[in-house]
T-cell receptor
Framework: NAGVMQNPRHLVRRRGQEARLRCSPM?????VYWYRQLPEEGLKFMVY????????ESGMPKERFSAEFPKEGPSILRIQQVVRGDSAAYFC?????????????FGPGTRLTVL | GESVGLHLPTLSVQEGDNSIINCAYS??????FIWYKQESGKGPQFIID?????DKRQGQRVTVLLNKTVKHLSLQIAATQPGDSAVYFC???????????FGKGTHLIIQP
């Protein structure tokens, strides 16, 4: 059973370009969470999604950031018109439909560098 | 401000000694706490958790202590090994939140 998969693992973008980060949850998991980690910082919650629904986006910046989790395919975190401050590691976690608090499994992350 | 935070950014211990990593939180509504280990270039890995109705929980070589009176959480690692070198984060959830709130992390360095 493969774990949470994220791709790409490393992404380099120039200011103003778009970044698309993908997350495939563990098999059987229908809940996805996105977190951002700045250098030397802890992870910050961004958004919580279920299939075709955004449940909680309280941690998502109001502009340029969007997330989706379609019925088919991976969850996508999209950052438009990237700026240098978007450089960070972005982690995805997944949990099963009925989850205990400890059943949130993290992927390896995507490291975004904005030049 | 952040709901959780750590007292020390770096902790250096001798191999074989016990390690204690501390964490303070401020959200009284938090009812579940987790310690994660993050190795360089990897995602957080679950170590141990504790609910707010407990004050101690033990795992393999690890123990988590929760003091709700002073809103303090600690992770004890017995007989530290080189493979324990990593950044350790405490995280909490509660009060209706959907996502985990992480502290900034403590970098544990094991000296031979």
């Amino acid at each position: 059973n493969a774990g949470v998969m994220q791709n790409p693992r490393h992404l380099v973008r120039r200011r103003g370009q778009e970044a698309r980060l993908r997350c495939s949850p563990m098999k059987g998991h229908s809940h996805v969470y996105w977190y951002r980690q700045l250098p030397e910082e802890g992870l910050k919650f961004m958004v919580y999604l279920q299939k075709e629904n955004i449940i909680d986006e309280s941690g998502m910046p109001k502009e340029r950031f969007s997330a989706e989790f379609p019925k088919e395919g991976p969850s996508i975190l999209r950052i438009q018109q990237v700026v240098r401050g978007d450089s960070a590691a972005y982690f995805c976690a997944s949990s099963p439909p009925v989850w205990d608090y400890n059943e949130q499994f993290f992927g390896p992350g995507t490291r975004l560098t904005v030049l | 401000g952040e709901s959780v935070g750590l007292h020390l950014p770096t902790l250096s211990v001798q191999e074989g000694d016990n390690s204690i990593i501390n964490c303070a939180y401020s959200n009284s509504a938090s009812d579940y706490f987790i310690w994660y280990k993050q190795e360089s270039g990897k995602g957080p890995q679950f170590i141990i958790d504790i609910r707010s109705n407990m004050d101690k929980r033990q795992g393999q070589r690890v123990t988590v202590l929760l003091n709700k009176t002073v809103k303090h959480l600690s992770l004890q690692i017995a007989a530290t090994q080189p493979g324990d070198s990593a950044v350790y984060f405490c995280a909490e959830i509660g009060g209706g939140a959907d996502g985990l709130t992480f502290g900034k992390g403590t970098h544990l360095i094991i000296q031979p």
